[in-house]
């Protein structure tokens, strides 16, 4: 069997905002979080440009799932490009059947306690240590280290407030010293800073948040 790859670099290729413009109303009218959307709109983006069209036949969808299988894409791959795709058909009035693949039982690799030492005494950007610090110590997912602005911080109660986190919900978490210490050093560093009229904790040198 000939080997297919996804090929995004294709010349002339079709203009697909405005199916990704409209995709983004649709999901939002779904009520999803923006992270969901991103994620979403990035694989819907992929497959449109695989298929060269905004309205892929279902032998583009199968070629494309056969492409995911070649590149040992992982089940949970799977499942974000089958849910983003199913949710495109649904959106231009086409049902698709989509089968959730069940994750490897598999023992996850995590850091212990002096790897997570080594990673931080090694930074050297105080920005980039403050966020590490911020998503270990919190425990936070990396889209709700990105949804922090600076007033949902108290440093004197050692708390971050996070908003539309899981599963939408809003909570309170703790920080210890060492990343309130961290912190205070990046924010007496960190410009003043506004995105839509928030102050964003963290914010890219190319004026978005992160």
Request: hydrophobic share 35%.
């Amino acid at each position: 069997m000939q080997q297919m790859n996804i090929n995004l670099e294709i010349k002339n290729t079709p203009d697909f905002g405005p199916a990704l413009k409209r995709f983004r109303h649709y999901l939002e009218g779904q009520g999803m979080r923006e992270a969901t959307v991103t994620g979403y709109l990035g694989n819907v983006g992929r497959y449109l440009k695989f298929a060269q069209s905004d309205r892929p036949s279902g032998q583009d969808l199968e070629r494309f799932r056969d492409i995911l299988a070649e590149r040992k894409a992982s089940r949970s791959t799977k499942n974000q490009y089958n849910y983003s795709i199913r949710a495109y058909h649904a959106m231009i009035g086409e049902k698709i059947e989509v089968k959730r693949l069940e994750p490897n039982n598999q023992i996850p690799h995590y850091f212990d306690k002096d790897d997570v030492i080594k990673i931080f005494s090694v930074i050297q950007n105080i920005k980039h240590l403050a966020m590490l610090q911020t998503v270990f110590y919190a425990c936070l997912r990396a889209s709700e280290l990105c949804n922090i602005d600076v007033p949902d911080i108290d440093l004197k109660s050692l708390t971050i407030r996070i908003n539309n986190g899981k599963r939408g919900k809003d909570r309170i978490t703790l920080i210890n010293n060492e990343c309130a210490a961290t912190l205070r050093r990046y924010l007496e560093l960190k410009p003043s800073f506004f995105l839509d009229d928030r102050e964003p904790l963290f914010f890219t040198e190319y004026g978005k948040r992160w």
